[in-house]
């Protein structure tokens, strides 16, 4: 079965039984991501951008997926500005990591990152930790926690897909920024040597911002870390 691709749909990917929908969504473009387990209907999204709801719930009706869970790879505006209204219209449990918990309850202290707009709060139903494992479907992401860019940042990472969610850990050519409250870059050069460059060099890294790139790319190109 073909799945079915709206104009909103910036990039749609189908492999071994898996889609991924990506969309480029906000003020300052992020990558937000639809997947799904063919055999079983289940989906995650991966951040909810400015506009991105209803752009997410009409692709995953269209598909027959059932959105599941709704994770926050971390708690800035730019990532989880739609995810209160993702989470009403879809019925999914919000994740995301305890650490950055009050950004998602309490927007509005994100003044300081240039919040363009008033986000709504939200409580999630869930913490994830390092080490956790999120099963959609036949899909089993490990919770991998990627500190530096964001307190409460999590990756995650498929291994038998070869795929890795990265938010603002890690991007092609680049690295999250660290000039921000609750930043560090020696956190989080230890992030990316610990959890990111120790995955196999064909894993997909799937960022919140830009194109996707591979571990063995980064591993070898990117100047931030080698
Ligand atoms: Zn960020
Ligand atoms: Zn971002």
Redesign the pocket.
């Known amino acids: 079965m073909l799945a079915s691709r709206s104009d909103a749909v910036t990039g749609l990917w189908q492999y071994r039984g898996v889609r991924i929908f990506t969309f480029v969504q906000g003020p ?1 473009e ?1 990558n937000t991501y639809l997947v799904g387990d063919e055999a079983s209907g289940e989906a995650m999204a991966v951040d909810a951008p400015f506009g991105s709801a209803e752009v997410i719930v009409r692709a995953a009706r269209d598909n027959q997926l059932n959105i599941r869970y709704i994770v926050g790879t971390h708690g ?1 505006w ?2 989880i500005a739609d995810i209160a209204r993702l989470r009403r219209l879809t019925g999914a449990a919000l994740l995301c990591h305890p650490a950055d918990e009050v950004l998602l309850m309490d927007p509005d202290r994100m003044r300081a990152f240039g919040l363009p707009a008033t986000i709504e709060p939200v409580k999630p139903d869930r913490h994830l930790r390092h080490g956790d494992i999120l099963t959609v479907g036949a899909l089993a992401f490990r919770v991998l926690h990627c500190p530096g860019h964001a307190p409460g940042h999590i990756v995650l990472h498929e291994p038998k897909q070869k795929i890795c969610f990265c ?2 850990v890690i991007f092609a050519g680049s690295v999250g920024r660290t000039d921000l409250p609750g930043c560090s870059w020696e956190t989080l050069a230890q992030s990316i040597r610990q959890n990111i460059l120790s995955l196999p060099d064909d894993t997909r890294l799937l960022p ?2 830009g194109p996707e790139t591979t571990v063995g790319a980064e591993r070898s190109y990117n100047p931030f870390v080698r």
């Open positions: 300052i992020n800035h730019d990532h938010g603002d919140g911002h």
